[in-house]
């Protein structure tokens, strides 16, 4: 069980990206909201036990952690949706299409920092400078557990892949 819980909490931080791009499109939208909810929640208690946030920190902790991570996903859902733009128009993209997704790619690390810079002062007043330190290293270790031991996601496309396999 602790095995499961510690995968689950990896794909939370993963794909909060992919659960924006999916958006409301497409079948099992529903069934991808539930799955994501059921992430969020993994990644939290993940994060309670791995920082070991009073109960005095949680509420105000995952408040604002939430509002980065929405803000994060924001920022990948713009170069996502660049990189689609280019992909979607194929060999009648032009130039201006590609500069565009080229510049969406270079600047996504520097939206990033400062992302995580505007946050860093609010989560200084929530956490000890420990848990702060810790954070990083913790969103990390749920990664890579969920990548180890998480099946993907349900995707949009999936009943597609169920018939051919029929």
């Known amino acids: 069980m602790k095995k499961l819980t510690v995968m689950l909490l990896a794909v939370l931080t993963l794909l909060p990206a992919a659960a924006v791009a999916q958006g409301d499109k497409g079948p099992g939208r529903g069934e991808r909201k539930e799955w994501m909810k059921k992430l969020k929640a993994l990644k939290h208690d993940f994060l309670i036990k791995e920082l070991d946030l009073t109960e005095n920190q949680r509420d105000e902790f995952f408040e604002l952690y939430d509002a980065k991570e929405a803000e994060r996903m924001a920022a990948e859902q713009k170069v996502k949706q660049a990189e689609r733009n280019v992909r979607a128009k194929g060999e009648a993209a032009a130039d201006a299409d590609y500069d565009a997704a080229i510049k969406a790619q270079y600047r996504f690390n ?14 200084r007043k929530v956490l000890t400078k420990r848990q702060l330190y810790k954070l990083r290293g913790t969103e990390h270790a749920f990664q890579r557990k969920l990548m180890e031991q998480c099946p993907p996601p349900p995707h949009k496309n999936s009943h597609k892949n169920k018939k051919k396999a029929e």
């Open 110 to 123: 520097t939206e990033i920092a400062s992302i995580e810079s505007k946050y860093e002062a609010s989560l």
